[in-house]
């Protein structure tokens, strides 16, 4: 059974910085793209940062310059860096991953989500 387990929200003031982990545990063979995902309350859920195997990185515009996503591959986990955090970017967090159990084909799986609020 592979779980993902997250950590490192709570609760910021503007202009400060989180760290979020993600570390998947359970029997596989293989990790490919790692994820994060945020869904604030009445929006749908949207991606903020992928990253793939060989650690090409992407972002949604609106955190570009002020998130940054890694992994670790030997702990076969991800961190995402929140830092200048604003309002808006209160959400619950979540972390995704596409995992290949036996090297035949993979399939996406989901963290628990996380709680970010930014606010005075």
């Known amino acids: 059974q592979v779980q993902l387990v997250e950590s490192g929200g709570g609760l910021v003031q503007p202009g400060g910085s989180l760290r979020l982990s993600c570390a998947a545990s359970?029997?596989?063979?293989?990790?490919?793209?790692m994820n994060w995902y945020r869904q604030a309350p009445g929006k749908e859920r949207e991606l903020v940062a992928g990253?793939?195997?060989?650690?090409?990185?992407n972002y949604v515009d609106s955190v570009k310059g002020r998130f940054t996503i890694s992994r670790d591959n030997a702990k076969n986990t991800q961190y995402l860096e929140l830092n200048n955090l604003k309002p808006e970017d209160t959400a619950v967090y979540y972390c995704?991953?596409?995992?290949?159990?036996?090297?035949?084909?993979?399939?996406?799986?989901w963290g628990q989500g996380t709680q970010v609020t930014v606010s005075s």
């Open positions: 995704n991953a596409i995992i290949s159990i036996l090297g035949l084909r993979f399939e996406s799986y």
């Open positions: 359970g029997r596989f063979f293989r990790i490919d793209d």
């Open positions: 990253i793939t195997s060989s650690g090409k990185t």
